[in-house]
């Protein structure tokens, strides 16, 4: 059993920038790597990076490249996306999510496990 809560939402001006996190409960063999997914209104949810607990290696989409940073602590069992340069095309309810690895967490299989998401408004 894992649990993923998300945290840190809120509204930002474009340009500006915001971190959100994912605390999940333990990390198991079927959670070796942790994510995002977002969905805007009337948007298929769609993948935006992801990040493996041990080796720390990363993923992420072509839109959010270069302006988003996904991190781990592992300590903590908490991931974080950290936002910048955002645009009001990133508004999103924000989703974490985990899977056996990075593969399947953005390939068809997807995610194993979701958290119940976390509101992110960019203003123009």
């Known amino acids: 059993q894992v649990s993923l809560v998300e945290s840190g939402g809120g509204l930002v001006q474009a340009g500006g920038s915001l971190r959100i996190s994912c605390a999940a409960s333990?990390?198991?063999?079927?959670?070796?790597?942790m994510g995002w997914f977002r969905q805007a209104p009337g948007k298929d949810r769609e993948f935006v990076a992801a990040?493996?607990?041990?080796?720390?290696?990363?993923v992420y989409a072509e839109s959010v490249k270069g302006r988003f940073t996904c991190s781990r602590d592992n300590a903590k069992n908490t991931v974080y996306l950290q936002m910048n340069n955002l645009t009001p095309e990133d508004t999103a309810v924000y989703y974490c999510?985990?899977?056996?690895?990075?593969?399947?967490?953005?390939?068809?299989?997807?995610?194993?496990?979701w958290g119940q998401g976390t509101q992110v408004t960019v203003s123009s």
């Open positions: 333990r990390r198991t063999l079927n959670t070796l790597a």
């Open positions: 999510a985990a899977a056996p690895s990075i593969a399947t967490m953005s390939g068809h299989d997807g995610p194993d496990y």
């Open positions: 990040i493996s607990w041990i080796v720390g290696n990363t």
